[in-house]
């Protein structure tokens, strides 16, 4: 301590009469340095000694320099100590992250959109954003009290961002943080939520991720997660859909059960594929006529496995063969990775309304007009991926273990070989256009008594002789084994009435006996022809007669003929088209060779 002092009273002296002690050696020094500017000859070792002398005899700088290596070891103490401190502190802390683009900090903001923090909280930001939820699961308190309200997006009360919010979780004091960064590109923001929970242990924190989690899947129980990519290359979650059962998609026997039962045995066998060194994958292509129900039975499978799909957009702009690969391998490990149109990936030609071979175009009515050329333009890919990029992406060692690819296409033949070997695509399932035996159902299903219940009870209501007088329904039970009668029902009788297309809400569809409609949709299906049509046209069709079944049946022989006549038109201009385009062609070749030969 005597030491300090005395340094310091140096210090003082030093600033206070500078010149005293250090003057005449300054100008000694001074003297020196003229001397030897003068000779101009560089300075001597007695010069530089002269110099050394001066420095040490500077009493003041020896104080400074003292005092410096004094405050630098005072200063690391400091931080030292405060290091020690924080990691005390910390270690009463437990922090976890959570990134906007992956799925837990949906979780998480659903299940903090549900803390009653907020109702007393000061600042809060309110939102609409589902988080990938298609339920109430998060809702102002309230909300749901006033059905006017419920019918619009929900609103949520969530922490600002860049703000701190304390709040406690059994017991344990946390502060959460939603800490928001820009990206650089475009002023884009990244955000992250910050939890730090005051235990040792990790104990809490799993506890509430896994509530959190739990939460979640139980809200999302009857919906499936759609996932798409960005332009970063990370997949979001930007849906959720219901599930769709499987017994409303009609497909040939046993297609649906193959599809799910081997996709279902697929997920069960990873020790079977690690034992044998296959890779973990597995592939399904399926192919055939538009509207035959190839994408509705990928988002029904995908809900009776409880898989989130994943849509690989190869025609997305900005995709090239390294984006996609690491799509593919940032898909997680068990989920359903969908390519829809795999034929249009590559080339600019392959137009799904100009079939490459008849045998990819079976049929191929829609009832639809064929898309106007903007539409066609389009629909043309801006893809930047090689064939070599989509094959490596689907089996190259980067891919994702564990998934689910459904691929579909319009034009089977057009697609390459390589593409379609198993390995890729394992299993191939054509989708035909509707047969008989699928019309029949559909209508089965499209016209099921909507309530049953509501029926029996009608029934016993008729039974006691209550029955309602004004009953339009349609419905008699006296009727349950007649002969259908196509004479329009009660219901369906009209007169004058506004044209239009559709189906008004307004209107109830008569509920009928599950006999009386098995005996309509038998004439229904009889009127059909045998893979003609697709099931997209057929309930189309059956959408515009949605409370009229009698009358879908007495017409769908005139709607027969009306598709005939329209597909035997479009035909017709296609072929014209092609012939004319051929004609050009050959009238360009044989001009150019004109000129060849003109100008040898
Ligand atoms: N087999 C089917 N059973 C029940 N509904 C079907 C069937 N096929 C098609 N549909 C109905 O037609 C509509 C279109 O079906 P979907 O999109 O699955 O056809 P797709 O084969 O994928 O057509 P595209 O090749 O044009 O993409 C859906 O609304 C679906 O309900």
Known sequence: MATYFTIAQQVFSALNGPAN??????????NGLSNSTTTSSPPSITDLSSLATFLLSFGALADWLKLIVFGGALETLRRMAFSLYYKIIASFWITASFHEEDSSYDWMMVWLSKQSSWETAREVEVSTRSFGLNSSAIIVPGEEDDLSLLS???????????????????????????????????????????????????????????EA??????????????????????????????????????????????????????????????????PFRRGYLLYGAPGSGKTSIISSIAGELALDV??????????????????????????????EDIDCAFSQNLNRDEPSTPADAPGGSEGAPPPPPTAMAAGASTSRISLS???????????????????????????????????????HVEFKLASRYQAKRLFNQFYLPFDEDAAKKKEAEKATGKAAEDDDSGYNSADEDAVIDLDPTPSEKSDAKPTYFGTSHREHAPQLRPK????????????????????????????TYKIRPYEAVRSVKEWVADEREARAKREKAQAAKIKSEAEAAVKTGSENSETVSTDS
């Open 389 to 427: 990029g989509l094959l490596n992406a689907l089996d190259g060692v980067a891919a994702q273990e564990g998934r689910i690819l459904y691929a579909t296409t319009n034009k089977y033949t057009s697609l390459d070989p390589a593409l379609c070997r198993p390995g890729r695509m394992d299993i």
């Open 310 to 339: 994943y849509i690989v957009s190869l025609s997305r702009v900005g995709l090239d063969d390294s984006a996609l690969s690491e799509l593919i391998s940032n898909l997680p490990e068990k989920c359903i990775c969908l390519m």
């Open 516 to 543: 009386q409609i098995a005996a309509l949709a038998e004439r229904f299906a009889e009127a059909i022809p045998e893979r003609e049509m697709s099931m997209a046209s057929l309930q189309g069709y059956l959408m």
């Open 152 to 210: 619009s997006r929900k609103l949520a009360y969530l922490p600002s961002a860049s703000l701190s919010y304390s709040m406690w979780y059994h017991r344990r004091y946390m502060t959460v943080t939603r800490v928001q960064t820009q990206t650089g590109y475009y002023g884009q923001k990244e955000e992250r939520l910050q939890i730090n929970i005051f235990t040792r242990t990790h104990r809490v924190l799993n506890e509430l991720l896994l």
């Open 21 to 30: 002690a250090a003057s005449s050696n300054a100008t000694e020094f001074a």
């Open 213 to 278: 989690k739990k939460e979640y899947m139980a809200a999302s129980e009857h919906s499936i997660s759609i996932f798409v990519s960005d332009s970063n290359n990370s997949w979001r979650n930007v849906a959720s859909r219901p599930k769709r059962n499987l017994s409303s998609i009609i497909l040939d026997p046993g297609v649906a059960e193959l599809l799910v039962d081997d996709a279902r045995d697929f997920l069960e066998s990873k020790p079977w594929y690690a034992a044998r060194g296959i």
